[in-house]
């Protein structure tokens, strides 16, 4: 089976770094997403990583360390709008497996 | 930029109902997915759809539950007989193919479905 896990919620001051940590233990792995989602909206796409090291998109980047089972997304120079909750989710390795396997999400407020 | 959509955005019925959500994926993607959130808990997979076939289904995905391609562009999800705990968002997500860096899954908006 798998488990992914990623705190409930953080507080984060606008202007400020914020990290989100996820940890997942899965039988095979075939690539991590981190998904922003609004409340009542859909999961939309930020970042996706395969390989260990950093992906950098702007004013995000994701981090993965295959042997650790660890991933962290940054979030950069914070703004209002970034209050959302952003879902870490973790493919499976293997042939005839697609779907993705979603953490629970980390809600994130961001303060004036 | 081209994007999942499905319709409709809010569907309510009546326990025991047949229901069919409709997406239209991303046109040059192959790859098509449910995905299910019931309110406030994590998002999670129903079926995945390849070449006119399920590919992959979860545990949720049970007998009430069927997927079709009917056309060239759209892709439904039928429930036969609607359940209280049915009551969900339903995602449509679409995937160019399976290759690194095309793999990526794109969600649709999300029908609403609130069963009485």
């Known amino acids: 089976g798998q488990n992914i896990d990623q705190p409930t919620e953080m507080t984060a001051t606008e202007g400020a770094i914020v990290q989100i940590n996820c940890t997942y233990q899965t039988s095979g792995f075939n690539g991590l997403f981190w998904y922003q989602q609004h409340a009542g909206e859909a999961p939309t796409f930020l970042s996706y990583n395969v390989l260990d090291g950093l992906e950098e998109k702007g004013r995000f980047s994701s981090f993965l360390s295959r042997s650790k089972g660890y991933s962290y997304l940054l979030l950069k120079e914070l703004q209002m709008k970034d209050s959302a909750s952003y879902l870490c989710?973790?493919?499976?390795?293997?042939?005839?497996?697609?779907?993705?396997?979603f953490g629970k999400g980390t809600k994130l407020s961001v303060i004036p | 930029e081209p994007e999942v959509t499905q319709t409709p955005s809010h569907q309510v019925t009546q326990m025991g109902q047949e229901v069919i959500l409709r997406c239209v994926p991303i046109s040059n993607h192959l790859y098509f997915y449910w995905y299910r959130q019931i309110l406030g808990q994590k998002v999670e997979f129903l079926v995945s759809?390849?070449?006119?076939?399920?590919?992959?289904k979860s545990e949720i995905f049970d007998d009430q539950f069927s997927v079709e391609r009917p056309d060239g562009s759209n892709f439904t999800l039928k429930i036969r007989s609607t359940k209280l705990e049915d009551s969900a968002m339903y995602f449509c997500?679409?995937?160019?193919?399976?290759?690194?860096?095309?793999?990526?899954?794109?969600f649709g908006p999300g029908t609403r479905l609130t069963v009485l």
């Open positions: 759809f390849y070449n006119n076939e399920i590919s992959e």
């Open positions: 997500a679409s995937s160019e193919s399976l290759a690194p860096s095309t793999d990526t899954q794109y």
């Open positions: 989710a973790v493919r499976r390795s293997g042939a005839g497996s697609y779907q993705l396997t």
